[in-house]
C-alpha cells in the first residue's frame, strides 16, 4: 500500500515482545506491519484476556490525528464483522489504540498457504457477512467508507465468520463528534484492490467499497490476483485486450452468473456498478437462492440421485418388467379363450350340435373377463366372429325344425 507522509524512522518505533504498556497491556508477539502501523498481541493484564495493540508508525502530527480518529471511529461502531476498540493512549511519543482481538489467520496468509481458488459457497457465505458490515458502514450517521477492503484486512474466526480489519485508510462524512477534530484523509490505496478514482485521488464513495470486494471476492474464486484499474485503463485507451477475464473463464465453477455480478461491482465506472451495499448482496442472495431452488431436499431423492444413471436405469426396468410381465401373460390367456371359444363354435356349426342355453353362458362368462385384456383390435375382431357364429347357429336351427321340402 503506498501513502504519503511515511517516516524513514518508524522501524526504530517497534514495540518488543513482553513490553508492558500503560502497566496493562503485554506484548506477546507482533501480528503484522504495513506502512501505517503494525499490530501486536498482547494480554490485559486487568481482565485476562488476549487483545490486539495497534501503533501508529510515523511522528507525523496529521497522522497521529488520523490514527486518533480511526480509533474513535471504531469505537463507536458495533457490528459482529468489526472489531471493537477500548482504549486510546500515547506512551513515549507513541500512540496506540486497544482492540479485540480476532484469532486466526488473514486471508491473504491462507492463499499463500494454499494457493487456488476457495470454495465457491464460502466465499458466497463470507461475501453476505462483509456486504451486511458494508450497508451498516455505509448507512452509518457519520457515513464510513472503509476504503482498503482487500484479502491483507479479512480475517477468517475458527467458527467460519469473517472479520474485517484496519480503518487506517477510512474516511467518514458528517460533523465530527464531540472532543475529536476534524482531520483531513490520507491518501492511499492496494493496487489490485482500488477503484480507478481511488488511484486517482478523485474522491472515494460507497461504490469505491463495493469494487474493492469485488476485486477481492474475484481473486478468492479464481485463485488470480486481478490486474488493477489503472492497467484496466490504459488497456482500453491503447486499445488492447481487457486484462481482466470473466471470472468464469478462468475458474468454470464459479459459473456464469457469479461471473457476472462480480464484473458489474468491478465496472470502471462507479455509475455502472451496484449502486448499494443492499443491491450488491440482494444479487448475491438472488443467485444463491437459484441454486438452492435446484437442490432436491427430500433425503430418499437424495439417495437416487447419488447413484450412477446405470443404477437408475436398472431400477426402473426391475420395476417395470413384472407389471408388464403380469399383463402379458393375462391378455395371452384371454386370447386363447377366445380361441377357443371360437372354436368349439365352429365343431358345433359342423356336427349342427346346439348347446344349453346354460353351458353357453358359462363358457361365456369365462372368456368375458379375460377378454377384457385384449387391445381394441382383438376385442372387436372376437366381437365380430361371436356375432357371426350365433347367426350360423340360428340359420342351422331353422333348418332342423323346418327341413327344406324334396
Same mark, same amino acid.
Request: hydrophobic share 40%; net charge neutral; glycine share 4%.
Given at each position: 500500500?503506498?501513502? &504519503? ?30 506502512? *501505517? ?101 455505509? /448507512? ?44 483531513? /484523509? ?21 461504490? +469505491? ?29 491503447? +486499445? ?18 457469479? /461471473? ?45 440421485? /447419488? ?22 401373460? +393375462? ?29 353357453? &353362458?358359462?363358457?361365456?362368462? *369365462? ?20 356375432? +357371426? ?16 321340402? &324334396?
Amino acid at each position: 500500500m503506498f501513502t &504519503q507522509n511515511q517516516n524513514d524512522s518508524r522501524a526504530s518505533s517497534l514495540v518488543s515482545c513482553d513490553t508492558i504498556l500503560q502497566s496493562r497491556y503485554r506484548i506477546v508477539r507482533q501480528l503484522g506491519k504495513g506502512g *501505517m502501523g503494525a499490530v501486536y498481541e498482547a494480554v490485559d493484564l486487568r481482565l485476562g484476556h488476549s487483545v490486539a495493540v495497534k501503533q501508529t508508525l510515523t511522528q507525523d502530527e496529521a497522522l497521529w490525528q488520523q490514527f486518533e480518529h480511526e480509533a474513535r471511529l471504531l469505537a463507536q461502531l458495533n457490528h459482529p464483522v468489526l472489531p471493537r476498540v477500548s482504549d486510546y493512549f500515547t506512551e513515549g511519543r507513541r500512540a496506540f489504540f486497544v482492540m479485540q482481538f480476532v484469532e486466526g489467520d488473514d486471508l491473504a496468509a491462507m492463499i499463500k498457504q494454499q494457493p487456488g481458488p476457495f470454495p465457491r459457497n464460502a466465499v458466497i457465505a463470507w461475501a453476505d457477512q462483509l456486504l451486511d458490515a458494508l450497508i451498516y458502514l455505509h /448507512s452509518h450517521d457519520r457515513q464510513i467508507i472503509h476504503r482498503d477492503i482487500k484479502p491483507h484486512n479479512l480475517k477468517i474466526t475458527s467458527a467460519g465468520k469473517i472479520a474485517l480489519l484496519d480503518f487506517g485508510l477510512a474516511t467518514s462524512q458528517g460533523l465530527p463528534s464531540e472532543n475529536e477534530s476534524k482531520c483531513r /484523509s490520507i491518501f492511499g490505496y492496494s493496487p489490485r484492490y482500488a477503484p480507478l478514482e481511488q488511484i486517482q485521488d478523485l474522491g472515494t464513495s460507497p461504490q +469505491s467499497d463495493i469494487y474493492a470486494l469485488g476485486a477481492t471476492l474475484y481473486h478468492l474464486l479464481t485463485g488470480a490476483k486481478p490486474p488493477d484499474a489503472l492497467t484496466r485503463a490504459t488497456a482500453l485507451i491503447t +486499445s488492447r485486450p481487457n486484462p481482466l477475464k470473466p471470472a468464469h473463464e478462468i475458474n468454470p465453477a464459479v459459473g456464469i452468473d457469479l /461471473s457476472a455480478i462480480l464484473s458489474r461491482a468491478m465496472a470502471q465506472n462507479p455509475h455502472e456498478r451496484y449502486t448499494s451495499a443492499t443491491e450488491f448482496r440482494e444479487a448475491l442472495r438472488r443467485l444463491g437462492r437459484v441454486d438452492e431452488s435446484m437442490i432436491e431436499t427430500d433425503p430418499h431423492t437424495a439417495a437416487t440421485d /447419488s447413484t450412477s444413471y446405470e443404477e437408475r436405469d436398472t431400477t426402473v426396468l426391475a420395476s417395470i418388467q413384472p407389471a408388464n410381465s403380469s399383463r402379458f401373460a +393375462s391378455r395371452t390367456i384371454a386370447a386363447i379363450l377366445v380361441i377357443l371359444l371360437a372354436s368349439f363354435g365352429v365343431f358345433c356349426r359342423y356336427y349342427q350340435w346346439k348347446l344349453p342355453a346354460t353351458a353357453t &353362458q358359462e363358457v361365456a362368462g *369365462m372368456a368375458a373377463p379375460a377378454s377384457a385384456e385384449i387391445n381394441a383390435d382383438v376385442h372387436s375382431s372376437t366381437k365380430s366372429d361371436r356375432l +357371426s357364429m350365433r347367426s350360423s347357429k340360428k340359420k342351422e336351427s331353422v333348418r332342423a325344425e323346418y327341413p327344406r321340402e &324334396q
